[in-house]
Protein backbone atom coordinates (compact mmCIF):
# COMPACT_ATOMS: atom_id res chain seq x y z
CA UNK A 1 0.00 0.00 0.00
CA UNK A 2 1.28 3.43 -1.14
CA UNK A 3 2.14 5.40 1.76
CA UNK A 4 -0.26 8.32 1.81
CA UNK A 5 -3.35 5.50 1.03
CA UNK A 6 -2.41 4.22 4.85
CA UNK A 7 -3.30 7.42 6.46
CA UNK A 8 -6.65 7.28 5.08
CA UNK A 9 -7.31 3.53 5.74
CA UNK A 10 -5.93 4.37 9.47
CA UNK A 11 -8.25 7.14 9.75
CA UNK A 12 -11.30 5.13 8.72
CA UNK A 13 -10.28 2.54 11.09
CA UNK A 14 -9.47 5.45 14.38
CA UNK A 15 -13.48 6.66 13.18
CA UNK A 16 -15.14 3.51 13.42
CA UNK A 17 -13.29 2.29 16.57
CA UNK A 18 -14.54 6.16 17.94
CA UNK A 19 -17.83 5.24 16.77
CA UNK A 20 -17.55 1.76 18.02
CA UNK A 21 -16.90 3.17 21.65
CA UNK A 22 -19.77 6.10 21.70
CA UNK A 23 -21.52 6.75 18.96
CA UNK A 24 -22.43 10.68 19.36
CA UNK A 25 -18.34 10.51 19.48
CA UNK A 26 -18.01 12.80 16.51
CA UNK A 27 -21.66 14.78 16.94
CA UNK A 28 -20.43 16.13 20.08
CA UNK A 29 -17.09 17.34 19.14
CA UNK A 30 -18.07 19.04 16.13
CA UNK A 31 -21.08 21.04 17.74
CA UNK A 32 -18.91 23.32 19.77
CA UNK A 33 -14.66 23.65 20.75
CA UNK A 34 -13.86 24.61 24.35
CA UNK A 35 -10.36 23.68 25.00
CA UNK A 36 -8.64 23.88 28.42
CA UNK A 37 -5.26 24.61 26.68
CA UNK A 38 -3.14 25.87 24.02
CA UNK A 39 0.03 24.02 22.90
CA UNK A 40 2.62 25.86 21.38
CA UNK A 41 4.89 23.37 20.46
CA UNK A 42 7.69 22.24 17.44
CA UNK A 43 6.99 20.99 13.75
CA UNK A 44 9.07 17.83 14.50
CA UNK A 45 7.22 14.41 13.78
CA UNK A 46 8.60 13.27 16.95
CA UNK A 47 6.40 15.16 19.31
CA UNK A 48 2.80 14.78 18.39
CA UNK A 49 0.78 17.23 20.61
CA UNK A 50 -2.36 15.22 20.96
CA UNK A 51 -0.57 12.04 21.61
CA UNK A 52 2.00 12.90 23.82
CA UNK A 53 -0.18 14.66 26.04
CA UNK A 54 -3.03 12.34 25.82
CA UNK A 55 -5.72 14.57 24.95
CA UNK A 56 -8.62 14.21 22.80
CA UNK A 57 -10.38 16.29 19.96
CA UNK A 58 -11.37 19.81 21.14
CA UNK A 59 -8.82 19.39 24.54
CA UNK A 60 -6.12 21.45 23.23
CA UNK A 61 -6.00 23.98 20.87
CA UNK A 62 -2.47 23.79 18.72
CA UNK A 63 0.40 25.97 17.41
CA UNK A 64 3.42 24.60 16.35
CA UNK A 65 6.34 25.65 14.43
CA UNK A 66 10.09 25.03 14.28
CA UNK A 67 11.58 25.32 17.90
CA UNK A 68 8.37 26.27 19.17
CA UNK A 69 9.37 30.06 18.94
CA UNK A 70 6.56 32.95 19.84
CA UNK A 71 7.28 35.97 18.33
CA UNK A 72 4.88 38.84 18.13
CA UNK A 73 5.72 39.67 15.15
CA UNK A 74 4.72 36.13 13.96
CA UNK A 75 1.21 37.22 13.12
CA UNK A 76 0.35 33.60 12.52
CA UNK A 77 1.38 33.12 16.35
CA UNK A 78 -0.56 36.23 17.39
CA UNK A 79 -3.84 35.27 15.76
CA UNK A 80 -3.58 31.76 17.49
CA UNK A 81 -3.01 33.53 20.78
CA UNK A 82 -5.71 36.10 20.66
CA UNK A 83 -8.63 33.31 19.49
CA UNK A 84 -7.26 30.80 21.92
CA UNK A 85 -7.34 33.43 24.93
CA UNK A 86 -9.70 35.78 24.24
CA UNK A 87 -12.42 33.83 21.89
CA UNK A 88 -12.22 29.69 23.24
CA UNK A 89 -11.29 31.64 27.03
CA UNK A 90 -8.02 28.38 27.90
CA UNK A 91 -6.89 28.12 30.60
CA UNK A 92 -3.39 27.29 30.21
CA UNK A 93 -0.78 28.05 27.37
CA UNK A 94 1.70 25.46 27.21
CA UNK A 95 5.33 26.41 25.47
CA UNK A 96 6.51 22.79 24.39
CA UNK A 97 9.91 22.53 23.77
CA UNK A 98 12.11 18.64 23.31
CA UNK A 99 15.52 17.68 23.96
CA UNK A 100 16.98 17.14 20.71
CA UNK A 101 15.63 19.68 18.74
CA UNK A 102 17.37 20.36 15.28
CA UNK A 103 16.05 23.76 15.35
CA UNK A 104 17.93 24.43 18.63
CA UNK A 105 20.69 22.54 17.42
CA UNK A 106 20.76 24.92 14.12
CA UNK A 107 20.78 27.89 16.32
CA UNK A 108 23.93 26.56 18.43
CA UNK A 109 25.84 25.92 15.47
CA UNK A 110 27.66 28.22 13.23
CA UNK A 111 26.92 27.06 9.88
CA UNK A 112 24.41 28.42 7.57
CA UNK A 113 20.87 27.13 6.71
CA UNK A 114 19.30 29.12 4.41
CA UNK A 115 15.78 31.04 5.83
CA UNK A 116 15.46 29.35 9.06
CA UNK A 117 18.63 31.37 10.40
CA UNK A 118 15.85 34.40 10.50
CA UNK A 119 13.59 32.46 12.21
CA UNK A 120 16.26 31.00 14.78
CA UNK A 121 17.50 34.39 15.40
CA UNK A 122 15.60 34.37 18.90
CA UNK A 123 17.32 31.23 20.16
CA UNK A 124 20.91 32.40 19.04
CA UNK A 125 20.05 35.34 21.46
CA UNK A 126 19.11 32.89 23.97
CA UNK A 127 22.53 31.40 23.72
CA UNK A 128 24.38 34.76 23.38
CA UNK A 129 22.80 35.64 26.85
CA UNK A 130 23.00 32.30 28.98
CA UNK A 131 27.09 32.22 27.63
CA UNK A 132 28.33 31.84 30.99
CA UNK A 133 26.25 29.78 32.65
CA UNK A 134 26.59 27.11 29.42
CA UNK A 135 30.17 27.11 29.47
CA UNK A 136 30.27 26.31 32.60
CA UNK A 137 28.17 22.87 31.93
CA UNK A 138 30.47 20.01 31.57
CA UNK A 139 29.55 18.76 27.78
CA UNK A 140 28.14 19.75 24.42
CA UNK A 141 25.41 17.21 25.13
CA UNK A 142 24.42 19.13 28.63
CA UNK A 143 24.56 22.70 27.03
CA UNK A 144 22.12 21.31 24.03
CA UNK A 145 19.75 20.21 26.86
CA UNK A 146 20.33 23.50 28.53
CA UNK A 147 19.47 25.74 25.71
CA UNK A 148 15.78 23.35 24.76
CA UNK A 149 15.07 24.62 28.37
CA UNK A 150 15.95 28.35 28.52
CA UNK A 151 14.35 28.94 25.38
CA UNK A 152 11.37 27.31 26.82
CA UNK A 153 11.33 29.93 29.45
CA UNK A 154 12.26 32.51 26.75
CA UNK A 155 9.16 32.05 24.73
CA UNK A 156 6.84 32.20 27.98
CA UNK A 157 8.63 35.58 28.23
CA UNK A 158 7.76 36.49 24.71
CA UNK A 159 4.09 35.48 25.43
CA UNK A 160 4.03 37.22 28.89
CA UNK A 161 5.02 40.14 27.42
CA UNK A 162 2.21 40.09 24.42
CA UNK A 163 -0.74 42.55 25.16
CA UNK A 164 -3.26 39.87 24.52
CA UNK A 165 -1.60 38.14 27.57
CA UNK A 166 -1.29 41.59 29.46
CA UNK A 167 -4.85 42.30 29.00
CA UNK A 168 -5.96 38.84 30.04
CA UNK A 169 -3.83 38.95 33.27
CA UNK A 170 -5.10 42.19 33.99
CA UNK A 171 -9.14 41.34 33.63
CA UNK A 172 -8.31 37.84 35.93
CA UNK A 173 -5.53 35.90 36.01
CA UNK A 174 -5.89 33.91 33.37
CA UNK A 175 -4.19 32.20 31.45
CA UNK A 176 -1.62 30.13 33.04
CA UNK A 177 1.64 29.62 31.14
CA UNK A 178 3.48 27.03 31.69
CA UNK A 179 6.75 25.44 29.67
CA UNK A 180 7.13 21.78 29.38
CA UNK A 181 9.77 19.37 27.74
CA UNK A 182 9.67 16.21 26.09
CA UNK A 183 12.09 13.45 26.37
CA UNK A 184 12.02 11.45 23.07
CA UNK A 185 14.14 8.94 24.76
CA UNK A 186 11.38 8.43 27.03
CA UNK A 187 8.26 9.43 25.77
CA UNK A 188 8.06 11.66 29.48
CA UNK A 189 6.94 15.51 29.60
CA UNK A 190 9.14 17.39 31.85
CA UNK A 191 7.82 20.48 33.76
CA UNK A 192 9.93 23.11 33.86
CA UNK A 193 7.86 26.46 34.45
CA UNK A 194 4.74 26.60 36.07
CA UNK A 195 1.70 28.87 36.90
CA UNK A 196 2.86 32.02 35.84
CA UNK A 197 0.16 34.73 35.72
CA UNK A 198 1.15 37.76 36.32
CA UNK A 199 3.66 40.41 35.83
CA UNK A 200 5.54 39.64 38.68
CA UNK A 201 5.94 35.71 38.04
CA UNK A 202 6.70 36.45 34.50
CA UNK A 203 9.86 38.52 35.70
CA UNK A 204 10.97 35.92 38.54
CA UNK A 205 11.05 33.60 35.11
CA UNK A 206 13.40 35.74 33.37
CA UNK A 207 15.95 36.13 36.38
CA UNK A 208 16.36 32.34 35.78
CA UNK A 209 16.14 32.30 31.78
CA UNK A 210 19.05 34.80 31.93
CA UNK A 211 21.36 33.09 34.40
CA UNK A 212 20.46 34.89 37.25
CA UNK A 213 20.13 38.27 36.17
CA UNK A 214 17.34 40.52 36.81
CA UNK A 215 14.52 41.24 34.21
CA UNK A 216 15.21 43.95 31.99
CA UNK A 217 17.25 44.65 28.32
CA UNK A 218 19.20 41.84 27.27
CA UNK A 219 22.42 42.24 28.47
CA UNK A 220 25.32 41.80 27.02
CA UNK A 221 27.42 38.20 27.61
CA UNK A 222 25.19 37.46 30.86
CA UNK A 223 25.92 40.79 32.51
CA UNK A 224 23.51 43.53 33.01
CA UNK A 225 24.11 46.76 31.31
CA UNK A 226 22.87 50.03 31.92
CA UNK A 227 20.34 51.33 29.79
CA UNK A 228 22.06 53.79 26.59
CA UNK A 229 21.86 57.20 27.18
CA UNK A 230 20.12 59.66 24.84
CA UNK A 231 23.00 61.33 22.59
CA UNK A 232 23.05 64.84 23.49
CA UNK A 233 21.80 67.55 20.76
CA UNK A 234 24.33 69.56 19.41
CA UNK A 235 23.09 73.02 18.76
CA UNK A 236 25.36 74.50 15.70
CA UNK A 237 25.57 78.11 15.28
CA UNK A 238 24.16 81.00 13.07
CA UNK A 239 20.80 82.70 13.39
CA UNK A 240 19.04 80.40 11.33
CA UNK A 241 20.22 77.42 13.17
CA UNK A 242 19.49 78.99 16.82
CA UNK A 243 16.05 79.08 15.67
CA UNK A 244 15.44 76.05 14.72
CA UNK A 245 17.25 74.50 17.11
CA UNK A 246 15.32 76.28 20.04
CA UNK A 247 12.29 75.49 18.81
CA UNK A 248 13.48 71.93 18.22
CA UNK A 249 15.23 72.02 21.82
CA UNK A 250 12.01 73.45 23.00
CA UNK A 251 9.76 70.22 22.03
CA UNK A 252 12.84 67.70 23.04
CA UNK A 253 12.60 69.25 26.27
CA UNK A 254 9.62 69.24 27.24
CA UNK A 255 10.09 65.08 27.09
CA UNK A 256 13.45 65.26 28.99
CA UNK A 257 15.96 64.25 26.36
CA UNK A 258 19.43 65.57 27.73
CA UNK A 259 20.84 68.92 26.21
CA UNK A 260 24.44 69.41 25.15
CA UNK A 261 25.37 73.13 25.85
ZN1 LIG B 1 12.25 20.72 17.57
Redesign the pocket.
Known sequence: MEDYRRILQHNREWAAAMVATDPEYFKKRAAKQEPTFLYI????SR?PANVVTGTEPGEMFVHRN???VVLPSDLNAMCVLQYAVEVLDVKHVIVT??Y?????KAAMGSGSHGLVDHWLQPIRNVVRWNQEELEQLPDEQSKFNRVVELNVLEQIYHLSETPIIQNAWAKGGRPHLHGFVYDMHTGLLREIATDVNSQKAADELATRRLSGVPAGPPPVAGKLQPPPQTPAIDVGSGELADAIAKRVLDRLAAVGVPMKK
Open positions: GCADVIANGHGCGGV
